[in-house]
């Protein structure tokens, strides 16, 4: 007997796209995904109000409707008297602001936005209190940290089961892993730090800006949502010290374009920085660290030894460490945390956990 469950998708931009092609080649035995509702844009949608499943395969090309606005989504999807998997592949706050309704509402809840749980502790705080509620949805988000790599899961698997974490220590932005990757080995290198900013730009692994990679925010966000699974309250991605590479001469320019023009101006303080480190058998790293101890969370410029796992990673790969009182050697995670298929991949097992609890 194939049992079924709805899907709604909003946004089919990278991740989304990835995660639409990934859905409409996934092959399950006795599970069906129904997607009744498509928002292809901010301004777009797909779905029928008998509640026909829209076609994967051809929805690019589908004649669109305007899209419902959050409490008529939530309308609709409850309407269909359906278990649903709300697939939210943006990075839209006010989406993320919506979740407690939708979770009250029934409608379970897949997704790499990281603002929804990594914004205001009280954001995080609604929304897993909706979830414990009876009949409310359930909420997965393993692609907010480390894209498609088990690095939540297992974290909540720790605490669920009574450990008790005491540090996480890791490389958390792709981008700048590559960076320092690039920039920081344990061979002399004078390779100029604006120099491989501007390769990460060209080969697409920045933003469109790159200091909204530089500025150290998206590394604070992961960290943010590790210490509060931990049990640690963070208020917030900006209350704890994170330190940026974009000098502050460069913050208020008014492009990416001058910002990359003017960054070799600054090249020698971060050589000098990458040299002593050098002169000590050490390289650098751009860390985010969960000091449960001693109730600290940072992210910041981090120095380790050559024979250290973070010395030897690759290309832009992601690495976490996490110590707990059953794993005083720490527990490591390592592999591709970035990239469209990597992170729809890691929001596709989501929702087929999701399917494999509620599906009827």
Not at 71 to 100: C, K, M, Q, W
Not at 259 to 279: G, R, T, V, W, Y
Not at 309 to 327: Q, W
């Amino acid at each position: 007997m194939t049992r079924s469950v709805n899907v709604a998708i909003i946004g089919s931009g990278v991740v989304g796209s990835a995660f639409i092609t990934q859905l409409a080649n996934l092959q399950t035995k006795n599970l069906a995904f129904n997607t009744i509702y498509l928002a292809r844009s901010s301004k777009e949608a797909l779905y029928n109000t008998d509640y026909k499943p829209v076609d994967l395969f051809t929805y690019k090309q589908e004649p669109a409707k305007p899209v419902l606005g959050l409490d008529e989504l939530t309308t609709f999807l409850v309407g269909a008297h359906r278990p649903t998997i709300l697939i939210d592949n943006t990075s839209n706050e006010t989406i993320a602001n919506h979740y407690p309704q939708f979770i009250k509402a029934g409608i379970s809840i897949a997704t790499p936005n990281k603002k929804a749980f990594s914004s205001a502790l009280q954001t995080w705080n609604d929304i897993f209190s909706a979830a414990e509620q009876d009949g409310a949805g359930l909420v997965y988000h393993e692609s907010t940290v480390g894209a498609g790599l088990p690095i939540i899961g297992p974290l909540k698997d720790l605490v669920l089961t009574g450990d008790r974490v005491e540090t996480i220590e890791g490389i958390f932005s792709g981008t700048l892993s590559y960076i320092f990757n690039q920039f920081s080995t344990p061979e002399a290198s004078k390779v100029a730090f604006s120099d491989i900013v501007t390769t990460a730009k060209s080969l697409g692994y920045t933003e469109p800006d790159p200091r909204d990679d530089l500025n150290g925010l998206d590394v604070a966000r992961k960290v943010t949502i590790l210490a509060r699974i931990s049990g640690f309250e963070v208020e917030s991605p900006t209350s704890f010290p994170v330190e940026s590479l974009i000098p502050k001469e460069l913050e208020s320019v008014a492009s990416a374009d001058e910002f990359l023009q003017k960054l070799p101006e600054f090249d020698a303080q971060i050589q000098q920085l990458k040299d002593d480190a050098f002169n000590n058998g050490q390289v650098l790293r751009f860390v985010g660290k969960v000091d449960l101890k001693n109730n600290k969370v940072s992210v910041e410029i981090g120095k380790y030894p050559f024979d250290h796992p973070f010395a030897s990673l690759k290309g832009s790969d992601n690495v976490v460490a996490i110590k707990s009182h059953r794993y005083p050697n720490p527990l490591i995670i390592q592999g591709a945390g970035a990239g469209a298929e990597v992170t729809a991949h890691g929001v596709l097992a989501d929702a087929i956990k999701i399917a494999e609890r509620i599906a009827n």
